[in-house]
Structures are given as C-alpha cells and as structure tokens.
C-alpha cells in the first residue's frame, strides 16, 4: 500500500455519493472480537462450522449456547474503532449509500451508521423458536442456558443467520440492490469465503463499480476483482484514508 494508492482511493471516494460498504469479522477484530479466521482464541477451542450450523443449535442447544455465551462477553465488551466510524462520517458527508454487514455485532449501528443492512442478522435480539417473540439482548439472562422463552416451551436464539440457514428476504434483496448500483465498493475483513453473502463484491465488480479491499491479508477477491488492495489493519488504513479526506476537503 503506497501514499499514491491511498490519495487515489480518498478522491474516488470524495468525488462519489454512491459508495457502499461490505463488511466482515476482520473490521471488528480491533474493537476485540474475533474473526472466524485467522488463528484467534475463541475458534481454536469452537470450530465454527461444527458451532455455527442450525443442526448443531437444534441437536445440543446447550453445547452451542456456551460458545454464543463466550462471543456474546466478546460482543458486549466491544467498543465501535475507527473503521465502523469512519464508514458512519461518509454516511453523514452524503458518500455513503449504506453498509452491507455479515458481522452480527451491532457495531456498525452504535457507530452511527443510519443504513446498515444486516446480511447474517443481530445478535442483539434473540428470537424464541417456537413462539417468534423477539428479545433485546438486555432482557434476557444469559446464567442459566440455553435461555428459554416465557412461553416455556421452546428455545431462544440469538436472531442470527447460521449455516444452513436462509438469508432473510429483505436483506439479501437490498443487498443486492445497493451491489448493483453502486460506484464504489469498500470491501474491509472479509474472507469472501462464506456464501451467498461472498458473491456481493463480485456482483458490485460485474455491474461496474471499483472494488476497494482493506485486508490483513490477500484473498479470493484480491486478485479477481479488487481495483485497489489496501493491505493493513481495518483501523489503519481508514485512519489514513480518513486524514487524505480531510486534507481534501480543506483544499475544496
Ligand atoms: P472471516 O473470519 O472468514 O475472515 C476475517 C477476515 O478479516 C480475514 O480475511 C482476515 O485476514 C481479515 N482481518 C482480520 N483482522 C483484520 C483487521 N484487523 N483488519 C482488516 N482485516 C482483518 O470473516 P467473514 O468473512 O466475515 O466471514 C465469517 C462469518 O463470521 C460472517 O458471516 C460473520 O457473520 C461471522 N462472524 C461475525 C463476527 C462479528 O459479528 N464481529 C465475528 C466472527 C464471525
């Protein structure tokens, strides 16, 4: 990554007003949660594919409610940094359509983000299987698990989209919708291994945008489709794109 490619990138984006985020695990690893990938604590002792799958949930809801429990202490204690901000002050500056999020950590909202769509869901609310009540996180305890809904039938779950699960509608339709019609796609930690939600970027590239990735690490997208790969940290390489944005607009 040299200071050319990210003075191109800050004027790309500073002359659009048609930008789009895709997110992944990677832009909140710095706020303290962990990635699926990349070596880190809590998926070394909990495979994801094994932990995250619908039939796991429903054949030992209590194996698979400890490991929630552990990502939900990750997810409490997790402050927004400067990559889910930067994205909320291109909102507010008029560049930014919207964030298409796989991340479940309701961090791109408490940033300030207006239009976030929620791709893999929240797991700020909890949703009981059998009823469809739906919880906020704070109104449920999380000592005694699985946690059960006060219909006391079924099970509650956190409203998350596992493996062998659909998307819901209405996401992956506006998701899809702002790919196709964006200028610009700000791609930052993501894997692009999980479909469907893996396919946006490259329906973003078909449809003419230029793909920004922000990555520790290449990926399948690196090479195929991205425009610009910005290697470093989520935080670092928005602090620097953020510092050329200013330093534009004072010039404007
Ligand atoms: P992933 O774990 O498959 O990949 C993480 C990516 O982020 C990797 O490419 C890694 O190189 C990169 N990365 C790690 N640290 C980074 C950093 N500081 N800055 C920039 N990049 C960094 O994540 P994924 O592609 O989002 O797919 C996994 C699934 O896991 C998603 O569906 C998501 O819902 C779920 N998940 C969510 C959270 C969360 O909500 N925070 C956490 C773990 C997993």
């Known amino acids: 990554m040299t200071d050319d490619m990210i003075k191109q990138v800050a004027q790309a984006i500073a002359d659009s007003h048609n930008v789009v985020a895709f997110t992944g695990a990677g832009i909140s690893v710095e706020s303290g949660i962990p990635a699926f990938r990349g070596g880190q604590g809590l998926w070394d002792k909990y495979d994801p594919i094994e932990y995250a799958h619908i039939n796991s949930f ?12 552990e990502m939900d202490d990750y ?14 002050y291109l909102e507010k500056k008029n560049h930014l359509k919207g964030v298409i999020t796989q991340n479940v950590d309701n961090l791109h909202q408490r940033a300030g983000s207006q239009k976030v769509i929620e791709f893999h869901g929240n797991s700020n609310r909890l949703r009981c299987l059998s009823c469809g009540r739906v919880f906020s996180r704070d109104k449920i305890s999380l000592e005694e698990i699985p946690p059960r809904c006060t219909c006391k039938s079924r099970l509650v779950k956190p409203d ?15 998701a899809l919708e702002l ?13 692009a291994l999980v479909a469907p939600a893996s396919t946006i970027p490259y ?3 078909h449809s003419g945008a230029i793909v920004i990735e922000i990555n520790l690490e ?5 090479k195929t489709i991205s425009d610009f790969f910005l290697q470093g940290s989520a935080v670092e390489v928005t602090s620097l794109l ?5 330093n534009i607009d004072h010039k404007e």
Request: aromatic residues 8%.
């Open 58 to 69: 429903l054949h030992d809801p209590e194996k698979v409610w400890q490991m929630l429990k």
């Open 75 to 88: 997810i409490q204690k997790a402050k927004p940094n400067v990559a889910h901000n930067f994205l909320s």
């Open 160 to 174: 998350v989209v596992f493996f062998g699960e659909p998307i819901p509608s209405a996401a992956h339709e506006e």
């Open 179 to 191: 790919a196709r019609q964006c200028e610009i796609m700000i791609v930052i930690g993501t894997s």
């Open 203 to 205: 329906l973003a590239k």
């Open 218 to 222: 290449p990926t399948s997208l690196t």
């Open 242 to 246: 953020w510092k050329e944005m200013d």
